[in-house]
C-alpha cells in the first residue's frame, strides 16, 4: 500500500499485524505519482475518481508487462439511507467503474 499520511501507513501496518498478514503486505509512505511499480504485478487503487484520474496514466506507464491495475471507486450513500444489507458489488461497464448496491425486500 501507498498512503501520503504517515499516521494512516502506521495505522495499515498494525491492522496488518491484528489481522494476521503483516507478512504478505508491505505498507510504505509515498506518493502515488512516483512510487516505483516496475515490479509489481498488481495496483489496485481505491481512491477518489478524480485523484485516480491524475494517477493512472503514470502508472500505466511505470508497469511492467503483464501487470494489472484494478480501480474502485465508490461514492458514499447520502447519510438518511443505510446501507444495504444484502450486497454491494463493483462493476465495470462501459468504460466507468460503478459500485452497485443491492436492496431485497423480504
Known amino acids: 500500500g501507498v498512503e501520503r499520511s504517515g499516521d494512516l501507513v502506521e495505522r495499515a501496518r498494525r491492522r ?3 489481522h494476521g498478514v503483516a507478512d504478505l503486505v508491505d505498507v510504505v509512505e509515498g506518493d502515488g505519482q512516483s512510487i ?3 515490479e509489481a ?15 493512472v496514466p ?3 506507464e511505470r508497469l511492467g508487462p503483464g501487470a494489472r491495475l484494478v ?27 460503478t459500485v452497485a448496491h443491492r ?3 423480504r
Open 16 to 18: 496488518a499485524v491484528d
Open 58 to 60: 503514470g502508472v500505466l
Open 71 to 97: 480501480i474502485h471507486e465508490q461514492s458514499r450513500l447520502p447519510m438518511s439511507m443505510q446501507p444495504p444489507p444484502d450486497e454491494s458489488a463493483a462493476l465495470i461497464a462501459d468504460g466507468a467503474v
Open 103 to 105: 436492496w431485497t425486500k
Open 36 to 38: 516505483d511499480v516496475d
Open 41 to 55: 504485478t498488481l495496483v489496485f487503487m481505491f481512491l477518489p475518481i478524480e485523484v485516480v484520474a491524475e494517477l
